[in-house]
T-cell receptor
């Protein structure tokens, strides 16, 4: 696609329910990133994918959070047993991820999914 | 651990002023640095990307400079307009396949 696409754009869920957030990166981008932005806060790194593998999961806040990426394209972030503190905007970004400096590794972000846990 | 700081946290200027936003980072061994704009309730829009070998990049009224040795970057906005009002974020990447580390942002308001 032309840009990074995230769905849904808004999600309201009850405390304790599971949610899935989807990210469709720019075609051909091998690197994919998930960030979280709580109200009035900065961007918090969650997880990074290179292809289908996740070399850096250091930012996942708890074992209720997991993410996968299949086929080197679409990624899903799953939050189990949601809590009110999970309410935030979840942002996805992609870039070429190539090591060769000739490749432009500019990161492009989607519009985010606003998650509200009630 | 890479830390990124942006000063000031908020800035209010009258329309037409030239302004400078600052970004500093603790680990100078960066791969590149990227400036973004975020409008309220929206995602991030990429403004400029500076590779580690570059000193500056320009796009329209925006000019970003990079001084790796001192761990600093500046975003210069010429002839500011009310439409420039947004939060400006800088982010650094330590290697091509590495995550972006963000600063806290500068919230800019340009008054008509």
């Amino acid at each position: 696609g032309a840009g990074v696409s995230q769905s849904p754009s808004n999600k309201v869920t009850e405390k304790g329910k599971d949610v899935e957030l989807r990210c469709d990166p720019i075609s051909g981008h091998t690197a994919l990133y998930w960030y979280r932005q709580s109200l009035g806060q900065g961007l918090e790194f969650l997880i990074y994918f290179q292809g289908n593998s996740a070399p850096d999961k250091s930012g996942l806040p708890s074992d209720r959070f997991s993410a996968e990426r299949t086929g080197g394209s679409v990624s899903t972030l799953t939050i189990q047993r949601t809590q009110q503190e999970d309410s935030a905007v979840y942002l996805c970004a992609s870039s070429s991820g190539q090591i060769n400096p000739k490749f432009n590794t500019e990161a492009f972000f989607g519009q985010g999914t606003r998650l509200t846990v009630v | 651990k890479q830390e990124v700081t942006q000063i000031p946290a908020a800035l209010s200027v009258p329309e037409g002023e030239n302004l400078v936003l600052n970004c500093s980072f603790t680990d100078s061994a960066i791969y590149n640095l990227q400036w973004f704009r975020q409008d309220p309730g929206k995602g991030l829009t990429s403004l400029l990307l500076i590779q580690s070998s570059q000193r500056e990049q320009t796009s329209g009224r925006l000019n970003a400079s990079l001084d790796k040795s001192s761990g600093r970057s500046t975003l210069y906005i010429a002839a500011s307009q009310p439409g420039d009002s947004a939060t400006y974020l800088c982010a650094v990447r330590l290697s091509a396949g590495n995550m972006l580390t963000f600063g806290g942002g500068t919230r800019l308001m340009v008054k008509p």
